[in-house]
């Protein structure tokens, strides 16, 4: 679950509702309130190190693991990326997911290199700098291979950029998913998420393109819409999902 689902409710409501959606990982983004308890703290690299533990025992209390960490800025100012890693690493988070800039890239690989934390490349709609996956794989040219794409089907989609050849195209790139249906195609912002297999999506054809590749990561379930109860359509989601690694195993 990318908590940004639930952004009209604290970090700590949206761990508990992932965790009634029967699912275990969550992926964070900064800046979204931490709980009624902790007043105005917010989840982000820059938290007070004291409310950490309180977060981890949240967590732990629910079965959620925190697995991604984005969408993060990364910039050349080398303290403020190295406050993305360090709070990475305190929370035994495992992919940070951002949208770097071309600049920071020698910076962003030796961090990665020096924490052994992956940076997923994530592609915001067009005209947003990452929104074609060409522009991800020129960044990944060169570069570790813990360098990747956070690939997010419904900006693609929203792009006018068919998923499936992106996912294609980024083979042994792909770090981390949004994973997201739609109701039209190529609409940019003049659309919203759908249950998976209700919008205009083949995400089965997606998610098998991913178990073709061989892809072992986190799929972070991301529905932008009925933001005040969203609970029964993310549901569908995961029945959707459950119900084609059923009928796909073995």
């Known amino acids: 679950m990318q908590a940004y689902t639930f952004r009209l409710f604290t970090f700590f409501e949206a761990i508990d509702k992932t965790a009634s959606l029967g699912l275990h990982t969550i992926e964070s983004y900064p800046g979204q309130t931490l709980s009624a308890e902790h007043g105005d703290a917010t989840i982000q690299h820059h938290m007070d190190a004291e409310l950490i533990p309180a977060v981890k025992a949240k967590l732990a209390g629910a ?27 305190a929370m035994g988070i495992e992919t940070v997911v951002s949208e770097p800039d071309e600049a920071a890239f020698d910076l962003v690989e030796k961090l990665i290199e020096e924490y052994g934390i992956p940076v997923a490349i994530h592609n915001h709609p067009k005209p947003s700098h990452y929104w074609n996956p060409d522009t991800v794989l020129t960044a990944c040219e060169g570069r570790s291979p813990m360098i990747g794409s956070c690939a997010d089907t419904g900006h693609w989609m929203r792009s006018g950029v068919d998923p499936l050849e992106a996912l ?8 981390s998913v949004h994973l997201k249906d739609l109701d039209k195609f190529g609409a940019g912002m003049d659309c919203h998420d759908m249950p998976f297999g209700r919008g205009v999506g083949d995400v089965k054809a997606w998610l098998l393109e991913l178990r073709r590749q061989g892809v072992r990561t986190v799929l972070s379930m991301e529905y932008e819409h009925k933001w005040e109860n969203s609970l029964p359509e993310l549901a569908e989601c995961v029945r959707f999902v459950e119900q084609l690694a059923k009928e796909t195993a073995g």
Do not use: H, N, S
Request: glycine share 14%; with cysteine; net charge neutral.
């Open 168 to 175: 294609q195209k980024l083979e042994g790139r792909i770090r």
């Open 63 to 89: 079965g959620v693991t925190l697995a991604c960490y984005g969408v993060v800025g990364l910039g050349t100012d080398e303290a403020e990326a190295r406050a993305v890693f360090e709070f990475a690493k």
